[in-house]
């Protein structure tokens, strides 16, 4: 008898973007001529960089002769990859990482969706609200929480509060907790942490016997300097924390699929015998059971947005989206709304004026100015009175979105 892993009977549904779609498709039935823009998006629009079109092709040419074939390839990832990856996020910053530091995957959904299988199955786990659900979801997938309660929180879980009365830093849990998810740049806020404060998480990692999983997805998008691009840039973090990157907004490699994990070897966390072990040995004997290594074509692909084009490239992509976001940003400010984020990252989130429910205000938004965005609820109890625009989109259809919220939008 085959009995099913009654942890995922506790997820509610794929609400939030099938409600979404939902909603969408009732409004263009009802009004066929509407021209709907959607800035609800968390896809980039843009192609990939030049640079990384030419090195996939030469892969490709490489694969076709059988003098340069490559079959499997290492699981952890190719040495020119993972050299590339350190010399430019961490070697340029003054940080030491060491190449059987890096796992090379598929991107970092699987990666931040995966690390928690590492840990053992009663670990607390303290996750920011609003979050990226992947944290939670999986979490309660292995079982490392109760049932989902009518205040819309999972039993177990420690909950921290993000919102506009902390100024999106969240307090420390005021309960004892093991694994704790940080997202900096963040989705869904487009906020981030300074030094200090992410030194504050640091510190009681440390003093806790804590692990932070850093989520770094959108670090490229930083533009102020006190900002840290890694939590390496803190003092201690080498002992408690694992980064997550990806290659996925920082150069458009959503559909192409490439990231990576770095697990410093001081990094341990104890055996119920009181034995400490290292998490990258326990990640790399994952990894190497469980994946078996990223295309070498998109690796190459990846390698090639450190060479010098590359980099001016990729930098090209993101002012385009930043300035996107400038422009939502700004737009939204002159009309009196409450706007936080798209500084350093590509997503802007905004109070909804009268305090409206995030979904009232996603239909009245629908329906008056015809854009499309994502309610703050959907992200977790705190984004209620919340409302995520993403600045993915293409630059005239921003322009017109932001002219008709103007125009149309009764506030
Ligand atoms: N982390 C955060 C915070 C994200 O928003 C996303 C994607 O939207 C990811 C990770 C996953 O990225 P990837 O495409 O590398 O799987």
């Not at 309960?175 to 030194?199: A, F, H």
Request: hydrophobic residues 40%; charged residues 20%.
């Amino acid at each position: 008898m085959a009995y099913i892993n009654e942890n995922y009977l506790k997820l509610p549904g794929n609400y939030l973007f099938a409600e979404v779609a939902r909603r969408v498709a009732a409004y263009r039935e009802a009004h066929p001529d509407a021209d709907i823009i959607r800035l609800g998006i968390g896809d980039v629009t843009l192609p990939l960089p030049a640079a990384s079109i030419a090195a996939m092709h030469a892969a490709v040419d490489e694969m076709a002769k059988k003098e340069t074939f490559r079959g499997y390839g290492p699981e952890q990832g190719y040495d020119f990859l993972i050299e590339a990856i350190i010399e430019n996020n961490y070697t340029s910053r003054g940080i030491t990482v060491s190449p059987d530091e890096v796992f090379v995957s598929d991107g970092s959904k699987s990666d931040c969706g995966n690390i928690q299988e590492i840990f053992s199955t009663d670990s607390v786990i303290a996750i920011t609200d609003p979050v990226y659900p992947v944290y939670l979801d999986t979490n309660v997938m292995a079982g490392r929480t109760g049932a989902l309660g009518a205040d819309g929180r999972f039993a177990g879980v420690a909950y921290l509060p993000s919102t506009q009365a902390n100024n999106f830093a969240p307090a420390l849990p005021d309960q004892p907790v093991d694994m704790i998810y940080l997202c900096c740049p963040n989705n869904p806020t487009g906020t981030t942490l300074s030094k200090d404060e992410l030194k504050k998480w640091v510190d009681y990692a440390r003093e806790n016997d804590a692990v932070i999983l850093f989520d770094a997805a959108y670090a490229a998008y930083i533009t102020e300097p006190d900002v840290p691009r890694s939590i390496y840039e803190i003092d201690g973090a080498r002992d408690v924390a694992i980064e997550f990157r990806s290659f996925s907004k920082t150069a458009g490699f959503t559909g192409t699929r490439c990231g990576y994990t770095v697990i410093p070897k001081t990094v341990t966390a104890k055996a119920k015998d009181g034995s400490r072990h290292p998490l990258n040995a326990l990640w790399s004997r994952r990894h190497s059971t469980k994946f078996n290594g990223t295309a070498y074509i998109v690796q190459r692909g990846a390698a090639a947005i450190y060479t010098a084009e590359g980099q001016k490239q990729v930098a090209e992509n993101i002012a385009y989206y930043m300035e996107n976001a400038r422009i939502i940003r700004e737009g939204l400010s002159a009309l009196g709304l409450s706007v936080f984020g798209g500084v350093n990252a590509p997503y802007i989130w905004l109070k909804t004026p009268n305090n409206l429910p995030s979904w009232e205000f996603f239909d009245k938004l629908l329906h008056e100015a015809n854009v499309v965005g994502t309610p703050g609820a959907g992200f977790g109890p705190s984004g209620e009175g919340y409302f995520r625009l993403t600045a993915f989109g293409d630059r005239q259809a921003t322009e017109k979105a932001i002219a008709r919220i103007r125009e149309k939008l009764a506030l």
